[in-house]
Structures are given as C-alpha cells and as structure tokens.
C-alpha cells in the first residue's frame, strides 16, 4: 500500500489550497483516511477523519475551514483548507486505517501560510 499527498505550497494568509491523497496497492478492510500534520518543533497532529460511512470529523483548530471530500473507497480524496492561518503552517501527511489495526503513512506535503 503506498499514499502520496500532494497540493501543497506557499499562499498567503486568509488562502485556500486543495490537497490530495493518492492510495495505490493491495487495499482490503479499509476504516478510515486520516489527515495529520506537523508542523517544526511540534508534535503531529489530528486535523481530520473519514470514514467508510458517517460524517467526518475534524480537529476544533480546523473546523468550519477544512473539508475533507471523496470516498475512502476510491483512490483519491482531498482535504480542501481555506482561511489559512500562518499557525496552519505544517506538512501534511495522508494516512489509511484497515483492519487489523494498521495505519499505512504516505509522504507529506508542506503548507507554507505568510502573514
């Protein structure tokens, strides 16, 4: 199983990017896509879930701001962040839960938010 975020870049305060999240592999059981963060110095952090069937969740720091859309199910899904905030700086991982247990990471992708 192999996950690659992408859609990052440099935009300024108040912007908006699309980020996407390929899944390629033997993929069976899926539970959920997650997006994490990280930002330096920092611990990574939740930013937000979905599921195989439900409404999504997300972290209170990002709510109202971030979407996540697609299906899980599918190969691509996307977390869409507006109203950036330079603290919203970080690199931005994609990952996927399956059965069993195991959460497969993919390569981040940096967001850079000037003030």
């Known amino acids: 199983v192999q996950l690659q975020a992408s859609g990052g870049g440099l935009v300024q305060d108040g912007g908006s990017l699309k980020l996407s999240c390929a899944a390629s592999g033997n993929i069976r059981g899926m539970i959920d896509k997650t997006w994490y963060r990280q930002a330096p110095g920092k611990q990574r952090e939740f930013v937000a879930r979905?599921?195989?069937?439900?409404?999504?969740s997300y972290a209170d720091s990002v709510k109202g701001r971030f979407t996540v859309s697609g299906d899980i199910t599918e190969s691509m899904v996307y977390l869409q962040v507006s109203s950036l905030k330079p603290e919203d700086t970080a690199t931005y991982y994609c990952?996927?839960?399956?059965?069993?247990?195991?959460?497969?990471w993919g390569k981040g992708t940096q967001v850079t938010v000037s003030s």
């Open positions: 979905m599921y195989s069937s439900g409404s999504p």
């Open positions: 990952t996927l839960l399956v059965r069993g247990g195991r959460r497969y």
